[in-house]
């Protein structure tokens, strides 16, 4: 089960979970705590948030800084709390 709250920015960070837990292998919690992005088109600029504990660690940064040296994308750092909703999450296995 998921859910999130925060406007225009629930998709995306709701997409973003899932692509962590399902394609990236990631556990449930892990899922949950990554860096998010979110572009809205209007401004054209993508928002991006650090992640809980440093838990993507380097990499995710030198990504999102490629995306405005090698794309020309505007890119605007804007904490935790502001670039992404608050999703919530609970994770099940399901056993036959």
């Known amino acids: 089960m998921l859910g999130a709250a925060g406007g225009t920015k629930i998709t995306t960070g709701i997409y973003q979970v899932l692509v962590n837990k399902i394609w990236l292998g990631y556990s449930g919690s892990d899922s949950v705590r990554r860096h998010r992005f979110h572009h809205q088109l209007d401004p054209n600029e993508i928002n991006w948030s650090d992640a809980v504990d440093g ?8 990504m999102i800084r490629a995306l405005e040296r090698d794309h020309g ?5 804007t904490g935790r709390m ?3 909703p608050v999703v919530q999450a609970i994770f099940t296995s399901v056993s036959s």
Not at 55 to 62: C, F, K, L, S, T
Not at 73 to 77: A, D, F, G, S, T
């Open 55 to 62: 838990i993507d660690g380097p990499g995710w940064e030198e």
């Open 73 to 77: 994308h505007k890119l605007r750092e």
């Open 82 to 84: 502001w670039a992404s």
